[in-house]
């Protein structure tokens, strides 16, 4: 690792790839009436995870977030189908969802979906497979 | 109001099209990435001005997305100009 000639990058990149987290997390929850959701918010974070590496390497990236991707990739998979799949068991057609309003502390009156969990399913799978294949090419040689 | 929307719409389209000029002919890699770059804040200019034109908000979270997507490009680019490869590979550290 070259020490010191890209000081700039790291130290900007430090506060930018929060930024770029936050707006991830935005896109994720204005998904639903809005442009954003779960795909583009999980591409969001690749590319803020693809700043790190960029101005550090991928070891850091690996050990900033130590979670294997393929494993996060199926975890996805799995809450999508999960989503899918349990809409079956109150006698309605796969993937339909519920939504319902609820009083929670802070928010007050506030609409809730399962099609938001469907999303955490895809955002997690997304950003698996961004940054497995990330990864791959940056290591390839 | 529209018509000047309109006209600084299809100026921004004219300075992308000089851009992608100097990005397939210009003579350095250098000269490809600012130009590069340029585009990118173009188009974010564009989708502001769009968004402007058609009265709606829904572009506006576009106009951060693009800004985000050219800056990691320039990096990339830059990165890859400098050292010849963009991502540092774990275990060959001494060289450079």
């Known amino acids: 690792m070259p020490k010191g000639s890209d000081i ?45 590496a960029l101005a550090y390497d991928i070891e850091t990236v690996r050990k900033v977030v130590p979670f294997d991707f393929k494993l996060i990739t199926a975890i996805g998979l799995l809450i999508a189908l999960g ?5 079956l068991l109150f006698g309605q057609p796969f993937l339909k969802h519920a939504f319902g309003h609820f009083d929670l502390p802070l928010l007050g009156d506030t609409e809730l979906h399962t099609a938001l969990i469907f999303d955490l399913g ?18 390839d040689r | 109001m529209q018509t000047v929307l309109l006209l600084s719409m299809v100026l921004l389209a004219l300075a992308i099209a000089g ?35 058609t009265q709606s908000t829904a572009y506006f979270e576009l106009v951060l997305l693009i800004g985000i997507l050219a800056f990691l490009g320039t990096v990339a680019l830059a990165r890859y ?6 991502l540092d590979a774990p275990d060959d550290s001494t060289g450079d």
């Open chain 2, 19 to 53: 851009c992608l000029y100097r990005v397939l002919k210009g003579p350095s890699i250098a000269d490809r990435i600012a130009a590069l770059d340029t585009i990118g804040v173009n188009v974010a200019a564009e989708v502001a001005v769009a968004g402007a034109y």
């Open chain 2, 81 to 86: 100009m400098e050292r010849g490869k963009v």
């Open chain 1, 8 to 52: 700039f990058l790291q130290n900007v990149s430090k506060i930018v790839v929060f930024l770029v987290l936050a707006f991830a997390l935005y896109l994720f929850f204005t998904g639903h009436g809005s442009p954003g959701g779960g795909f583009i918010a999980g591409l969001m974070s690749a590319g803020a995870l693809l700043l790190l």
């Open chain 1, 122 to 139: 895809v955002y997690l799978a997304v950003v698996g497979v961004t940054m497995t294949i990330l990864l791959t090419i940056g290591e």
């Open chain 1, 83 to 87: 989503t899918g799949t349990g809409a």
